[in-house]
């Protein structure tokens, strides 16, 4: 059975990532590239994947992605489809990113593999379900959005972890 401090730690980045999806979804202006955002709740899985084992962040990747799309009007549309396999594709690189090349690489750098591997997903996803190959052009942009978006992420993710590290140390002692 799991500590009780973990459910509740693995239940606050749960509820963090919700929240961080749904105001980007719900609340941020469009961007101009089609499909393109932030990608806010992806730093909060970084985090599971760093606390926690590579499951636990694909299970988190999953719940998160269904309780936004759930409470966004989207269950089961294209854009769950395009949420969630973006989500557990960047999930799954950076859960291989981060075991065997934390180091060479920092948060920042994992975060980018993310971005990249979570556009790069849809752009393949939206070739399949529109069947149109000229959907590719918006490649140079989505590397572009991935860049901007992926590696400030990171950077958020090397500035909390070190907090929830020591917060994790004290409920340990406690």
Sequence with gaps: MRPL????LLSMLL???????VIEATYLPPLII????LGLANSVTLLVIIFFTGKDALVHTVVRV???ALLT????????LYSLAGG??????MILWSRHFYGAFSYAGISLIGALTHNMTQLFLSILIL????????LPWLIVMA???????????NLVQPRLQKINEQLLRA
Excluded: C, E, Y
Aim: hydrophobic residues 55%; aromatic residues 4%; charged residues 5%.
């Design 73 to 80: 009007g989207t269950f089961l549309s294209t854009t769950f």
């Design 147 to 157: 860049i901007i978006a992926g590696v400030p992420n990171g950077l958020l993710v």
């Design 5 to 8: 401090r973990d459910i509740v």
């Design 15 to 21: 509820a963090a990532g919700v929240i961080l999806q």
């Design 131 to 138: 069947g149109h190959i000229g959907i590719v052009s918006l």
């Design 34 to 37: 089609p499909g393109a955002k």
């Design 88 to 93: 557990l594709t960047s999930a799954i690189m």
């Design 66 to 68: 269904l309780t936004v």
